[in-house]
């Protein structure tokens, strides 16, 4: 088990940028693969961005890529998401989550460990 703590939500306005952190306890931080998920009202959860264990490998939603970047400080046992560029539609609910292998996944039902998030708002 992993436990996942997320920070950095905020307010923001559109064009501006936050950096969302994600602290893990648990299993060795560096064997899991980690994601980030968004979740605005009424909508369904969606991928944003994963990297792998090793930090080697990091895939993007594609409405996000070339805006946001995910890395990870193993020895801080921490993810961060660097959100630049924001648009209102980005505005959700961010939640960090940890696979029980190295390698990225994409998909919700690849990750067993879940965060309770933290709010972004991207005003107009």
């Known amino acids: 088990q992993v436990q996942l703590v997320e920070s950095g939500g905020g307010l923001v306005q559109a064009g501006g940028s936050l950096r969302l952190s994600c602290a893990a306890s648990?299993?060795?931080?560096?064997?899991?693969?980690m994601g980030w998920f968004r979740q605005a009202p009424g909508k369904e959860r969606e991928f944003v961005a994963t990297i792998s264990g090793s930090g080697g490998s990091t895939w993007y939603a594609e409405s996000v890529k070339g805006r946001f970047t995910i890395s990870r400080d193993n020895a801080k046992n921490t993810v961060y998401l660097q959100m630049n560029s924001l648009k209102p539609e980005d505005t959700a609910v961010y939640i960090c989550a940890a696979r029980t292998v190295g390698f990225i996944g994409v998909m919700s039902y690849e990750y067993v460990d879940w965060g309770q998030g933290t709010q972004v708002t991207v005003s107009s």
């Open positions: 648990g299993r060795t931080f560096s064997s899991s693969a």
